[in-house]
């Protein structure tokens, strides 16, 4: 499964600047989910969102691609 983990910058809780962004890319058949994590390494200060293909609350106007926490994009394509 790709996986990118990039390092975002101060933590909302703590403070440090140990914030990861990590994005993961699950695909099947014709099931596809990009998950969406924000961490801290050092207060363990976390926060998650996927989108799912086969969700209907996914609005056309939302980019799974797009972090939801600090909007950097990625490509799966290139992970
Ligand atoms: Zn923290
Ligand atoms: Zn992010």
């Known amino acids: 499964m790709p996986r990118q983990r990039v390092t975002v910058g101060a933590c909302p809780k703590c403070g440090a600047d ?20 924000h961490k801290c390494a050092d207060c363990g200060f976390r926060e998650t969102v ?9 609005g056309d106007d939302v980019d799974p691609r797009c972090c939801p926490f600090c909007q950097r994009r990625v490509d799966p394509e290139n992970l």
């Open 18 to 37: 140990e914030l990861v962004c990590s994005y993961n890319y699950f695909s099947s058949d014709d099931l596809t989910i990009d998950s969406w994590e």
């Open 50 to 58: 996927a989108y799912r293909s086969d969700d209907d609350d996914v």
